[in-house]
C-alpha cells in the first residue's frame, strides 16, 4: 500500500489534494524568498475530528504536519517541507455561536478575521485585533502569531482575547485549553504558551475569544513631516504626553504613492511621510486627546498637523495605510520586516533604516504600527534582478541587528517562521532556548509539528525517529 494509499484509508478523498497544480497555492505563504518544498499532500478538514485524524496518521507515519491558515503569513511559517503533510484550515470557517452576555465568540480557525468583526457587529460588539490583512487572514493564523494592527497600540494584540482554545496536540491528543470564564489562573497559562506557537506545539481546531462594546465614531488626526525622523519624534512625543490613541500609524509618500497609482484614490501629501491618528475617547476627553496629538506633531516639527474634518479623506488615508503591502508587491518582490522598538527609539531606528537602505543600495519604503513601536520596513526589489535581492537580504539582517541593538524584539506581530530565525537566536539567551526546546519536546515528541520553524534544527527526512528531530 502507497503512503497516499494510507493516508485515503485514514480520511475522506474529498479533503486529499495531490494534484500538484491545485496543491501549489497552499505549499508557502507571502513571505518573499522563504523556502518551501512539494508537500505530500494538501488536506482540507472540515471538522476537528478529521485533524484528529491526520495527525494521528502522521504520528504512525513519521510525516511532518504544516498547520496553515489564510496563508497571508510573512515569515515562512506556513512553508511546506519535503514530503509533510499541509493541513490546511480554511475550510473550518464558522462562527460557532456568539454570546451576547459573556462578549465571547467561538470560532473555527479558518474565520477570516473581518468576517468575525462583521458578525459580532450585529450585535453590538467588537473584536479589536486588526492586522493589515483583516481582509484576508484567518483567526487561527492570528492566534498561530499573535498577530496585532492599527489598534493594538491601545486594545492589544490577539493574545489578550483568546480566552480558550482546542488544540490536538503532537501526541494525538486533542485537549483544551483555558476556560470561557472572566478570569482564570489554574494551573500554567498553557493557553497563552500555545498563542504565538506557530504551529509549531499542535494544531488549533477552534478557538473562543472576548469582545468589547463597539467604540464609538473615532476622530482623526493627520500629521505631515518633510523627514522620517520628525515623523518618528511625532510618535515620541505623543507617548510622552501620556496620550494612548486608538490608532497611531506611520505611512512613507513612497507608499501613498504606490497605493494612489494602483487604486487612483486620489491621495496626495506633500511630505515625505505622514502620521495618522485616532482617538475613540468620548466627548470632551476625546476633543482634549485630539489637540493634545496635534501639539505632539506640531513639536516634532510636523509641516501640517490637523484634525481631519472629512471622515471619507480620514478613511482614505487608513485603508491607504491597509493597501501599502499589495500595492508594493505590483512593483516587485517585497520583503518584510517586523521589528519592534521602544516607542522612544523610533526616530533614532528608523534613521537607521534610512542609513541601512543607502548604505545597501536598496529601496525601503517605511509603514508602521508607529503608536506602538512596531517598525514595518518593506525592501522592494525589481523583479529577476539577483544581485538586488541579494542587497535587500543583506539589508534585512542588518536592520534585525540595530532591533536588538536598540533593545527591541524581531517580531512585533508576524511570527519567527523560516526567515528570522536566526534573529531570534540572537534575541534569546541558550538557557531560554533550551526552556523552548523542552517544551517542543514534551508537546511534540514524535518532532512532527512544522518542524524547522522558529527554530533553525529540523529532520533530514520527515521519518526520522523522534530523537533526530531536534
Not at 483568546?162 to 489554574?186: C, H
Not at 463597539?214 to 523627514?227: C, K, M, Q, R, W
Not at 511625532?234 to 494612548?244: L, P, Q, R, S, Y
Not at 529577476?384 to 537580504?393: K, L, M, P, T
Request: proline share 6%; with cysteine; glycine share 10%.
Amino acid at each position: 500500500m502507497t503512503t497516499i494509499e494510507s493516508l485515503s484509508r485514514a480520511l475522506p478523498a474529498d479533503i486529499i489534494i495531490t494534484d500538484p497544480d491545485v496543491m501549489e497555492r497552499y505549499l508557502h505563504d507571502d513571505a518573499e524568498w522563504a523556502p518551501f518544498e512539494p508537500a505530500l499532500a494538501v488536506i482540507r478538514p472540515r471538522s476537528t475530528d478529521q485533524v484528529l485524524a491526520a495527525v494521528t496518521w502522521c504520528i504512525d507515519n513519521r510525516v511532518a504536519v504544516v498547520p496553515r491558515g489564510s496563508g497571508t503569513g510573512l515569515s515562512g511559517g506556513a512553508n511546506s517541507l519535503a514530503g509533510s503533510l499541509v493541513i490546511s484550515l480554511d475550510a473550518m470557517d464558522r462562527v460557532i455561536d456568539v454570546d451576547p452576555v459573556e462578549r465571547t465568540a467561538r470560532v473555527q480557525p479558518g474565520v477570516i478575521n473581518e468576517h468575525l468583526r462583521t458578525r459580532v457587529a450585529e450585535d453590538g460588539l467588537w473584536y479589536p485585533p486588526d492586522p493589515a490583512s483583516a481582509p484576508w487572514s484567518s483567526i487561527g493564523g492570528n492566534v498561530a502569531t499573535n498577530a496585532g494592527g492599527l489598534c493594538c497600540v491601545k486594545y492589544g494584540v490577539t493574545g489578550e482575547y483568546v480566552i480558550s482554545l482546542e488544540m490536538v496536540t503532537g501526541t494525538g491528543k486533542l485537549v483544551r485549553l483555558g476556560r470561557r470564564t472572566t478570569k482564570d489562573v489554574a494551573g500554567y497559562d498553557l493557553r497563552g504558551l500555545v498563542v504565538g506557537s506557530e504551529g509549531t506545539l499542535g494544531v488549533i481546531t477552534e478557538i473562543t475569544v472576548r469582545l468589547l462594546p463597539l467604540p464609538p465614531v473615532g476622530t482623526a488626526i493627520v500629521g505631515y513631516f518633510d523627514s522620517l525622523v520628525a515623523a518618528g519624534q511625532g510618535v515620541a512625543n505623543v507617548t510622552a504626553a501620556g496620550v494612548i490613541p486608538s490608532a497611531l500609524e506611520l505611512v512613507d509618500k513612497y507608499c501613498l504613492k504606490a497605493v494612489d497609482d494602483w487604486k487612483n484614490m486620489g491621495l496626495s501629501a506633500d511630505a515625505e511621510a505622514i502620521l495618522l491618528a485616532a482617538t475613540d475617547a468620548p466627548g470632551a476627553a476625546g476633543v482634549e486627546e485630539a489637540r493634545t496629538i496635534v501639539e505632539a506633531f506640531e513639536a516634532a516639527g510636523a509641516t501640517f498637523a490637523a484634525v481631519s474634518e472629512n471622515d471619507e479623506e480620514a478613511d482614505a488615508f487608513f485603508a491607504a495605510r491597509r493597501l501599502a503591502y499589495p500595492a508594493l508587491e505590483r512593483l516587485g518582490p517585497v520583503l518584510t520586516e517586523d521589528i519592534c522598538v521602544a516607542r522612544s527609539k523610533v526616530p533614532e531606528v528608523l534613521a537607521r533604516i534610512q542609513q541601512i537602505a543607502q548604505s545597501h543600495d536598496t529601496v525601503i519604503a517605511q509603514i508602521a504600527h508607529a503608536g506602538d513601536g512596531n517598525l514595518h520596513p518593506l525592501l522592494v526589489t525589481p523583479p529577476g534582478d539577483d544581485e538586488a535581492r541579494q542587497r535587500a537580504q543583506a539589508a534585512f539582517e542588518e536592520i534585525i541587528a540595530v532591533a536588538l541593538e536598540f533593545g527591541g524584539t524581531v517580531s512585533g506581530e508576524h511570527g519567527i517562521g523560516l526567515l528570522k530565525r536566526d534573529g531570534l537566536a540572537a534575541e534569546l539567551s541558550p538557557d531560554v532556548i533550551d526552556m523552548h526546546v523542552a517544551v517542543k519536546r514534551a508537546l511534540d515528541p514524535h518532532g512532527i509539528m512544522n518542524p524547522g520553524k522558529v527554530f533553525e534544527s529540523r529532520p533530514a527526512t520527515t521519518s526520522q525517529a523522534a530523537s533526530e528531530q531536534l
